[in-house]
């Protein structure tokens, strides 16, 4: 059982260095040479680049998933920033993913609609937890504000980081860049609170905000 | 003066060559092929890709600014949807940059301070309008309401093109990608907005939601 062992390696190298250089910069010749393997070897693993970006989407969708389906079960704020810190924290993980899309879709375009999949179910599962917060009476909300409330906290654990990268970088921030994330997508929700459901976001809000 | 014009005409093709192909695919051969011109007589205008992304990078920063800029004239929602759509639609012109910004601060990274600026400066003006639009009675927002705001815009006129790759693709849409990305960034402000402002909201909602 040497062979799935290999595999492994070659994954999270790969995913290691994509991270950390871009998908674009890094051939399998580069993953190769950090494991200390031939181009022959590691091409025996994986023919090409493409099925190692296509088995780290895979790997991407099955860390992800779980996240997005366990919004189902939020009926309450702190529920919430629990599942976006997760969500952000699978993202992070897996960050040449979003951050790198437009070249990744550009050059493997058969995971393009994997990809469109993977944000319509993040929207769907997204949606019906506003609605839920909604029904709990955490959020006073429209079906309409529902609808837009999914699509803008979806918009947020997609691009977040990116975004990040563009804003002048911050005197040492004291908290993980997830946290500061899932605070971030939870004030999106801020305006709709009502209640007792307040006193939990400005908690959060004297917690973060510098 | 002929150079002026073939820099101009470089400058034009590379443009369109990054916005179409992306940046990390487009080299110099190729666009002196483009072209129809030798890569000596393209090095001869330009000495490198970074000069050519440099000078594109000034020339979007000089089209963004008096965008940015005119958000402080605001001081009414269909001034607002105007100002954002004249953004939009400068982002979408030199949409190479936002969309390609990983690669292209990894290869150039002497941008990453002009780009953060950038940044910096879009928070500041977006900041003024919304504290502008709070202080007219079109919004009620405290002014950390209008900080969070202004955050969310800024990072919608950012990211959202890159976002709506990720969507998937809409029957038909009625209307241009920047109107609907200007629509959806004025959503931001639909909890806050009060008064008679909610028609000009209410409209704009009846004419964007399919």
Chains 1, 2 share one sequence.
Not at 5 to 20: A, G, M, P, Y
Not at 68 to 73: E, L, R, T
Not at 146 to 174: G, H
Not at 191 to 196: A, I, K, R, S
Request: a neutral charge.
């Amino acid at each position: 059982m040497v062979a799935p062992k290999t595999r492994d390696r070659i994954l999270e190298t790969s995913l290691h260095l994509f991270n950390q250089e871009g998908l674009a910069g890094v051939s399998t010749h580069r993953i190769a040479a950090e494991l200390g393997m031939s181009t022959g070897n590691l091409h025996y693993h994986f023919r090409t680049k493409e099925l190692i970006v296509t088995w780290l989407f895979r790997r991407f969708e099955e860390r992800f998933a779980p996240c997005i389906d366990a919004h189902a079960n939020v009926t309450a704020l702190d529920d919430l920033w629990l599942s976006l810190h997760l969500t952000f924290e699978a993202i992070d993980e897996y960050r040449f993913i979003y951050r790198d899309i437009d070249y990744l879709l550009k050059e493997f375009p058969e995971l393009e609609s994997r990809a469109q999949a993977l944000t319509a179910r993040n929207l769907v599962a997204t949606k019906a937890m506003c609605a839920g917060l909604a029904e709990a009476g955490v959020i006073a909300a429209s079906p309409e504000d529902v609808e837009m409330l999914a699509l803008q906290i979806v918009f947020s654990t997609t691009c977040w980081f990116s975004f990040k990268r563009l804003t002048p970088p911050q005197k040492s921030p004291a908290y993980g860049a997830s946290a500061l994330a899932a605070y971030y997508a939870l004030t999106l929700l801020s305006p709709y609170v009502v209640g007792e459901s307040k006193d939990y976001l400005n908690y959060l809000r004297a917690k973060y905000l510098r």
